[in-house]
């Protein structure tokens, strides 16, 4: 099928770690928003670094978010198992086990388009899921019957399993395809088989931390070998880590990406 010419422009947000990775994305968003037509997050780190809470679930909404995508972390926080099932923007892996709370698929209206997503957890250093791969051949299969635009959020550790799954991603018809889980931003944006691709999109947060993390908590823990609870480092200087794709949605093919890297040296206000 050949396109008509027409895009629209998504936004995929990194890793989200805490109070300073939801206020530097609110911040991004507050003068953005209007840039793009769908806006995607992965909040598995939101609530304090670990999990998402029902307030910081609704609070990300008012800034703009449609999608939620997840991790490892998702249970991290008690509440979540309150209202994951109703919450219609926020999906888990999909490769948790049958009767797992919430969904890890969705279809969003956009506009005059739909948009599918995909969350899928890797098996790599992790290894506490199903392997994804069958999960994922039929789920695409069964959302390419309702839209074109299917993204997926492949949440692991190893970069050659990311790039690998990507590609096979790309085969099954794939419209993007973002890596996260690492919280380091790679520098492999590429359109493969039509598929926007990279290997980690990043992360929001603290960015004098290590990978929003405090310093010295996480020193300690290297140093010591200890297991020290880890802190959310401050949010004097921030950054964001996004990724943008255009898609064709008459067709689901991305014709462009690029990253996004914003920085703020200065208090997050409150």
Not at 1 to 29: C, E
């Amino acid at each position: 099928m050949s396109g008509d010419g027409k895009t629209i422009k998504v936004i995929f947000f990194g890793d989200m770690v805490g109070k300073p990775g939801r206020y530097a994305v609110r911040d991004f968003l507050s003068e953005n928003r209007e840039k793009y037509d769908f806006v995607i997050a992965n909040v598995e780190n939101a609530s304090h670094g670990f999990g998402l809470t029902e307030k910081n679930y609704n609070e990300l909404i008012s800034y703009g978010v449609d999608c939620m995508t997840s991790g490892n972390h998702i249970w991290d926080k008690r509440d979540i198992f309150g209202f994951i099932d109703n919450a219609e923007k926020l999906i888990r892996p999909i490769n948790y086990p049958s009767g797992t709370k919430g969904v890890g698929s969705r279809v969003f209206d956009c506009g005059d388009y739909k948009i599918a997503a995909i969350n899928v957890l890797g098996k790599v250093f992790i290894n506490v899921v199903d392997f994804q791969w069958d999960f994922v051949t039929e789920e695409i299969k069964k959302l390419k019957e309702v839209t074109p635009i299917v993204i997926v959020d492949f949440h692991a550790e190893a970069t050659a399993e990311k790039i690998c799954f990507g590609r096979y991603c790309s085969e099954l018809g794939v419209s993007a395809f973002f890596g996260t889980h690492t919280h380091v931003q790679t520098s492999d944006e590429s359109i493969i088989n039509n598929m926007g691709y990279i290997t980690d999109a990043g992360f929001c947060g603290a960015s004098d931390g290590v990978i929003g993390m405090e310093y010295k908590t996480s020193l300690t823990r290297f140093v010591t070998g200890i297991p020290e609870r880890y802190e959310v480092a401050d949010g004097k200087s921030v950054q964001v880590n996004a990724v943008e794709v255009e898609i064709e949605p008459s067709t689901g093919h991305t014709v462009a990406i690029k990253r996004v890297l914003y920085n703020r040296n200065e208090e997050i206000k409150e």
